[in-house]
C-alpha cells in the first residue's frame, strides 16, 4: 500500500525487489485478522499487490472498503490479463482499490485456469463495478457469478470469442459483413 | 436537330437544354451533407464549413441532423464494427439521390487500425463515390472531394437515381456476393483475407448490367 505524495520522492531501488521490502503496516495488519484471505504480497516499484483466492474477493472487498484503517471507498478499475495461452493460471483480475480520504492504493489479484473462468461478482460492495466486470467478461470471457446484468458492453451483441485473449486473432475470425 | 434554333430565334424569352443538364445542376449546386462525424476527420469537417475555408462557396454547407433531408454522407472517420449497421441505417434513411464521401484514411481503408474492431474500409458497407486520403485530410482537400463529386453529379442521368427497396439496396452491397475487380485476381496469394473485395458504386454496376 502506498500512501500518497510523500512516497513518490524517495527512491525506488529498494521498493522494486519483492523480497527484501517490509510490509506495509496496513498488509501486516490484514494479514494478522484475515490470514486466509493472502495468498502472496508482491511489492514492486512502489506498489503493493496482494493475490486473493478466488472464493475470498467478496469478502475481502467488502472489508478493505469499510475497514477504519484502510477506507478503500473508491474502487478504481477491475480489469483482466491473459497470461499467455500455455501459462497456468492463465487469467488473472486485477482490483485496483483507492481510498479518497486516507489517499492509498492497494490492487487486489484473483488467478483464474482457463478451464474456469467464474469469479464471484464485486458489483455488490461497488456499484461501479457492475459495467468494469462487464468489460472483462466481454473482452477475456471472465465470468462474474452473481453479476446482475451480464452482458457485453464494447463489442457488438453477436461477438464471437473475447477480443483480448491472447489466441484471438488480431483481425477477428472473419471479414466484416452485414447480416 | 437544329431545332433549338427554330425555337431561340421564335420564341427568344425561352431557354432550351437536357433535362439531366438542368436537374444535374440544380442537385450539384446544393448538396446537403449529412452530420456524421466518427473520429477525428469530423474535426476537419466541421473546420471546412467555418469562416477560414467556407465550404458554403460550393453550396455544401447545410449539414443536416436528419438524414431524411440529405443527400450525401461524409463518412468521417473509423467505422467500427458496432458502427456498421448504425452507419449502413442511416445510409438507407437517406433518399435518392444520394452520394458517400469517403474521408480520410480509416474510412477508405482501415487506415492504421487493422484489426478486429474496425471495418477495413467503408465500402464494405456502402457504396463510396469520393475517396479522400490523409489523416486527416485538410479542409482543403474535402473541398476539393466536394467538387469532384459535384463533376460526378453533373454527369449523371436522372435515370440512374431512383429509390430502390430497402431489401433490394441491402441485397445489393452485402460483401463477397460482387465480383472481384482488374489486378486483384493476380495479387490474390499476395493480399490478406481480410479484403478479398471491392465494390462498385451502385449506379456503375447497374450501367454495366
Given at each position: 500500500?502506498?500512501?500518497?505524495?510523500?512516497?513518490?520522492?524517495?527512491?525506488?531501488?529498494?521498493?522494486?525487489?519483492?523480497?527484501?521490502?517490509?510490509?506495509?503496516?496496513?498488509?501486516?495488519?490484514?494479514?494478522?485478522?484475515?490470514?486466509?484471505?493472502?495468498?502472496?504480497?508482491?511489492?514492486?516499484?512502489?506498489?503493493?499487490?496482494?493475490?486473493?483466492?478466488?472464493?475470498?474477493?467478496?469478502?475481502?472487498?467488502?472489508?478493505?472498503?469499510?475497514?477504519?484503517?484502510?477506507?478503500?471507498?473508491?474502487?478504481?478499475?477491475?480489469?483482466?490479463?491473459?497470461?499467455?495461452?500455455?501459462?497456468?493460471?492463465?487469467?488473472?483480475?486485477?482490483?485496483?482499490?483507492?481510498?479518497?480520504?486516507?489517499?492509498?492504493?492497494?490492487?487486489?489479484?484473483?488467478?483464474?485456469?482457463?478451464?474456469?473462468?467464474?469469479?464471484?461478482?464485486?458489483?455488490?460492495?461497488?456499484?461501479?463495478?457492475?459495467?468494469?466486470?462487464?468489460?472483462?467478461?466481454?473482452?477475456?470471457?471472465?465470468?462474474?457469478?452473481?453479476?446482475?446484468?451480464?452482458?457485453?458492453?464494447?463489442?457488438?451483441?453477436?461477438?464471437?470469442?473475447?477480443?483480448?485473449?491472447?489466441?484471438?486473432?488480431?483481425?477477428?475470425?472473419?471479414?466484416?459483413?452485414?447480416? | 436537330?437544329?431545332?433549338?434554333?427554330?425555337?431561340?430565334?421564335?420564341?427568344?424569352?425561352?431557354?432550351?437544354?437536357?433535362?439531366?443538364?438542368l436537374i444535374n445542376w440544380a442537385r450539384k449546386s446544393s448538396l446537403w451533407p449529412a452530420t456524421f462525424g466518427l473520429a477525428c476527420c469530423?474535426?476537419e469537417m466541421m473546420n471546412a464549413t467555418t469562416s477560414r475555408n467556407d465550404l458554403a462557396r460550393f453550396g455544401a454547407e447545410v449539414f443536416?441532423?436528419?438524414?431524411?433531408?440529405?443527400?450525401?454522407?461524409?463518412?468521417?472517420?473509423?467505422?467500427?464494427?458496432?458502427?456498421?449497421?448504425?452507419?449502413?441505417?442511416?445510409?438507407?434513411q437517406m433518399p435518392e439521390p444520394k452520394w458517400v464521401i469517403s474521408m480520410g484514411a480509416c474510412a477508405t481503408s482501415g487506415g492504421v487500425?487493422?484489426?478486429?474492431?474496425?471495418?477495413?474500409?467503408?465500402?464494405?458497407?456502402?457504396?463510396?463515390?469520393?475517396?479522400?486520403?490523409?489523416?486527416?485530410?485538410?479542409?482543403?482537400?474535402?473541398?476539393?472531394?466536394?467538387?469532384?463529386?459535384?463533376?460526378?453529379?453533373?454527369?449523371?442521368?436522372?435515370?440512374?437515381?431512383?429509390?430502390?427497396?430497402?431489401?433490394?439496396?441491402?441485397?445489393?452491397?452485402?460483401?463477397?456476393?460482387?465480383?472481384?475487380?482488374?489486378?486483384?485476381?493476380?495479387?490474390?496469394?499476395?493480399?490478406?483475407?481480410?479484403?478479398?473485395?471491392?465494390?462498385?458504386?451502385?449506379?456503375?454496376?447497374?450501367?454495366?448490367?
Amino acid at each position: 500500500m502506498t500512501s500518497g505524495p510523500e512516497n513518490i520522492e524517495q527512491p525506488t531501488e529498494q521498493s522494486t525487489g519483492s523480497e527484501s521490502t517490509p510490509s506495509h503496516p496496513l498488509v501486516t495488519a490484514l494479514q494478522r485478522e484475515h490470514p486466509e484471505w493472502i495468498g502472496e504480497v508482491i511489492h514492486a516499484f512502489g506498489e503493493t499487490t496482494i493475490i486473493v483466492p478466488r472464493e475470498h474477493i467478496v469478502a475481502a472487498c467488502s472489508f478493505l472498503k469499510t475497514w477504519p484503517e484502510g477506507q478503500f471507498n473508491f474502487l478504481s478499475d477491475i480489469c483482466g490479463a491473459d497470461r499467455g495461452v500455455e501459462e497456468e493460471p492463465r487469467f488473472e483480475v486485477n482490483y485496483h482499490l483507492f481510498s479518497t480520504t486516507k489517499y492509498h492504493r492497494v490492487r487486489l489479484k484473483v488467478l483464474l485456469n482457463e478451464e474456469d473462468t467464474h469469479v464471484p461478482s464485486v458489483s455488490g460492495v461497488w456499484r461501479t463495478a457492475n459495467w468494469h466486470e462487464r468489460e472483462t467478461f466481454d473482452m477475456f470471457g471472465v465470468i462474474f457469478d452473481g453479476h446482475p446484468d451480464l452482458r457485453r458492453i464494447l463489442l457488438p451483441d453477436d461477438w464471437q470469442g473475447h477480443a483480448l485473449r491472447k489466441d484471438f486473432p488480431l483481425r477477428g475470425y472473419e471479414p466484416y459483413s452485414l447480416k | 436537330m437544329g431545332l433549338e434554333n427554330i425555337i431561340a430565334e421564335a420564341l427568344p424569352e425561352v431557354l432550351t437544354t437536357q433535362l439531366d443538364s438542368l436537374i444535374n445542376w440544380a442537385r450539384k449546386s446544393s448538396l446537403w451533407p449529412a452530420t456524421f462525424g466518427l473520429a477525428c476527420c469530423a474535426i476537419e469537417m466541421m473546420n471546412a464549413t467555418t469562416s477560414r475555408n467556407d465550404l458554403a462557396r460550393f453550396g455544401a454547407e447545410v449539414f443536416r441532423a436528419s438524414p431524411r433531408q440529405a443527400d450525401v454522407m461524409i463518412v468521417s472517420g473509423r467505422v467500427s464494427r458496432k458502427m456498421a449497421p448504425v452507419l449502413r441505417r442511416i445510409y438507407d434513411q437517406m433518399p435518392e439521390p444520394k452520394w458517400v464521401i469517403s474521408m480520410g484514411a480509416c474510412a477508405t481503408s482501415g487506415g492504421v487500425f487493422d484489426n478486429y474492431a474496425i471495418v477495413q474500409g467503408v465500402d464494405k458497407i456502402v457504396p463510396v463515390d469520393v475517396y479522400i486520403p490523409g489523416c486527416p485530410p485538410r479542409p482543403e482537400m474535402l473541398i476539393h472531394a466536394v467538387m469532384m463529386l459535384q463533376d460526378k453529379v453533373s454527369k449523371e442521368s436522372v435515370r440512374d437515381r431512383k429509390d430502390i427497396p430497402e431489401e433490394e439496396a441491402r441485397e445489393a452491397v452485402v460483401p463477397g456476393t460482387l465480383p472481384v475487380t482488374d489486378g486483384s485476381t493476380a495479387r490474390q496469394n499476395t493480399l490478406p483475407e481480410s479484403r478479398p473485395y471491392t465494390i462498385a458504386s451502385r449506379h456503375e454496376r447497374r450501367r454495366s448490367s
